[in-house]
């Protein structure tokens, strides 16, 4: 069989919470399978998420990457909901700010930030691994490297970012429930884009002087303040819940990490690999297309299940279903997508995950996880709440 | 013989090309990517198109001989 209609809901809550039983069933029903609640779809081969990820002339992102058409219509004119020449001009915007190569101003202080972070929570009984750990990092530094006021909120950011993300979904009651956000959140970004409300010298206050000498187009900003905060958001959040999430579970992965530290790097590949932070974006065909033994017609709609790509047998050379911090192929994972849209801020990703690892490979003897549970969002695979502890020589 | 075509608009520098490749590939002190040969041999073709292919921006590929660049 090369293609199936393939009855299961991917966003039902019981798949959302454990979604890698219903990407096998995928996998193994075919190259494309046709999910008609929602008229799209499913790639789960990570042969052909690759082609179609690797095919941006044929399978466009400028309708939007989510489920719903209508929905998709709101979220356009970004770096994600774009396509080339467009589309190359503004990434370029948001991704000078975030090559390896720019980042390396503030490496020193995220890598302090980490110690601090970790020798902070080796002094508690125990803490909340999403509030304490995942979110301190993203929620501080994202938002002051753009010049976000001082007296503005910052968990109100996290409830936008979780909204925005939810409505690549289908329209169903969690996108609905995030909704009324979005006023909110395009209100503020308006009035951020305003000159004077960002911090004199940061990376917001230089595109709104740059809509001023009409370099770039003014409508541009608030579009682009979005690109640089949403996205740093949620995704990081779920990544490093993950990372404590795994490693405690696998104390023997751990104990290897730390008698080997130049493993940090694949380690928090494997991590983004086992537990993609996005489960997927779509694409619209513009031209037929053949996928494996699917043949795609023009107008229709590819759901790419980055998630399950990561864990497809066909493609891993061992057992994609076990977390393993030496895989040699780690770093063919699509945890950060792949190509001209991938991921733009992922080498501040591999920043704050790298220096948390390192911190806590120099200060934390073993982790103690309690159970997970997960979070129930379209399109963020993360955990929702989990308590751990992080057990250092000194209290040995 | 066959060589990289990068594209440096799209590079970024994230240096995984240089992880599958690092005898034909390298980032300077700046961290640009350099390519350390015009051309390469089939001795080097496995590594060269795995170099390319996890370009996490899709700004690396290989072209073969009496490839124009496009």
């Not at chain 1, 919470?17 to 996998?27: F, G, I, S, T």
């Not at chain 1, 110690?115 to 993203?138: I, M, N, T």
């Not at chain 1, 303040?225 to 958001?233: K, T, V």
């Not at chain 1, 993950?242 to 104390?251: A, I, K, N, Q, Y």
Request: proline share 6%; charged share 25%.
């Amino acid at each position: 069989m090369t293609t199936a209609t393939e009855p299961l809901d991917l966003f039902s809550d019981e798949v959302l919470r454990d979604p890698y039983p219903a990407y096998a069933q995928l996998r193994e029903a075919g190259d494309a399978v046709w999910l008609p609640e929602h008229e799209v779809w499913a790639l789960p081969h990570y042969r052909n998420v690759f082609a179609a990820l690797h095919a941006p002339d044929v399978f466009s992102s400028a309708s939007g990457v989510g489920i719903t058409e209508r929905l998709n219509r709101a979220q356009s004119g970004s770096t994600l909901t774009s396509d080339p020449p467009y589309h190359d001009q503004v990434r370029s915007l948001v991704s000078r700010h975030l090559t390896p190569r720019a980042l390396r101003e503030i490496n020193a202080e995220v890598e302090a930030w980490a110690d601090r972070l970790v020798l902070g929570l080796l002094e508690r009984d125990s803490f909340e691994v999403v509030r304490d750990f995942a979110q301190a990092f993203p929620l501080s530094l994202v938002p002051d490297l753009l010049g976000w006021p001082i007296d503005e909120g910052r968990e109100i950011l996290l409830d936008w970012a979780s909204a925005g993300f939810n409505a690549f979904g289908p329209a169903n009651e969690r996108t609905l429930a995030g909704l009324h956000h979005f006023g909110d959140m395009h209100e503020f970004l308006h009035r951020m884009s305003q000159p004077g409300n960002l911090r004199a010298g940061s990376w917001g206050a230089e595109l709104v002087e740059e809509a001023q000498r009409g370099e770039i187009g003014a409508e541009l900003v608030p579009a682009l303040l979005g690109d640089f905060l949403f996205p740093s958001m949620d995704t990081s959040v779920s990544a490093l819940s993950s990372l404590v999430d795994l490693l405690g579970r696998h104390p023997e992965q751990y104990a290897l990490l730390r008698a080997e530290p130049d493993l940090v790097p694949a380690a928090f590949n494997e991590i983004v690999r086992f537990e993609a932070p996005l489960r997927g974006f779509t694409r619209l065909a513009l031209a037929g297309h053949r996928l494996g033994d699917h043949v795609v017609s023009e107008g229709d709609r590819v759901y790419l299940l980055f998630a399950s790509a990561n864990r497809d047998a066909s493609f891993w050379s061992s057992d994609p279903d076990r977390f393993d911090i030496t895989r040699p192929d780690v770093s063919k994972h699509l945890g950060f997508g792949h190509g001209i849209h991938g991921c733009v801020g992922q080498a501040l990703s591999r920043l704050e995950g790298h220096s948390l690892l390192k911190a806590m490979i120099r200060h934390v003897e073993h982790i103690e996880v309690g159970p997970a549970t997960w979070r129930l969002h379209n399109t963020i695979r993360g955990i929702e709440s989990m308590t751990a502890t992080f057990e250092g020589s000194r209290r040995a | 013989m066959s060589a990289f075509e990068l594209d440096s608009s799209r590079c970024e520098g994230h240096g995984v090309c240089v992880d599958a490749a690092p005898h034909l590939l390298a980032l300077d002190d700046e961290g640009e990517l350099v390519l350390l040969a015009e051309t390469f041999g089939d001795a080097d073709a496995d590594a060269a198109a795995d170099a390319a292919l996890v370009c996490p921006v899709a700004a690396l590929r290989v072209v073969g001989p009496g490839e124009a660049s496009s």
